[in-house]
């Protein structure tokens, strides 16, 4: 793996430098996809009220957490962050702090919030783009017709203004045998980095299977069932991510925290 810089912890212990204190923000609960996996809660997301991140909280939380953390960069996930209606406004109370951010997005309102990225192109870093697949079948298996689609687009968008992105992934059985496609995908649309989630329980147990067999994603579709044999394949990923991270250009590969 490229990203190997280790830092020795004071028991004499290693672990990865994640440089500087970052905050994460959860801008909003609510989401416009509804993929089964998803570890958000059901009701926060489609059926408590709409919850926004205050723009006034943030400020204050900005400014407390420069002075006492130093604080250089924030990220912001949810919910999908493109939601928050005053998304323009957050980048740009960061960038009167004198800060960084990044987000991450399922990349369907990407076009949407695309022209608050570009007036504000020194403040956001990068942008994290969520790929549940290969192709377009797989991807929007649980994400939804037309995620693909609009991800792609979004890929192209960054691609053409410069602007550097990432793809998250979270590993399940049905991704773990599209890994190596995936990254080829990743690196031919331009994206600097692919970084790869476990898979987290959600409520419901842990979600594991394509659960949306209809092709639409789907509050009536949990079927989160256990599988045992995703922890032994986990196991041979390591061999997997040096050998995709050989050909493929992407140039940093890890099992990644954060946007
Ligand atoms: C909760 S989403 C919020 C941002 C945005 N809506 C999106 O999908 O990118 C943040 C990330 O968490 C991942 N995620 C969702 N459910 C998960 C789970 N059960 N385990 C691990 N990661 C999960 C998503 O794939 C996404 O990359
Ligand atoms: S798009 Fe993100 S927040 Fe929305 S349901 Fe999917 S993983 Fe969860």
Redesign the pocket.
Known sequence: MASTDLTVLEDGGRTRDYGPPRLIFELTNI?N???SY?L?DEDA?YHTRAEFFSLELFDRILKEAREAMGITHVMFT???TTLHPKFREVIETVAAHGLKCSFVT?GWHFERVWPAISANRNVVTHVAF?LDGATREAHDRW?GADSFVRLVRAFSRCQHEQLPFVIKSVLRKDTLPQLEQMAIFGARMGASALNFGHLLPTSSGFATGPAAASGQTSASTSSRNADPTVSLRLLCIDNLLEYGGDHTGIRDWGLGIGN
């Open positions: 989401c996809l509804h993929c998803c958000r997301l949810g919910g999908e399922n969520s994400r």
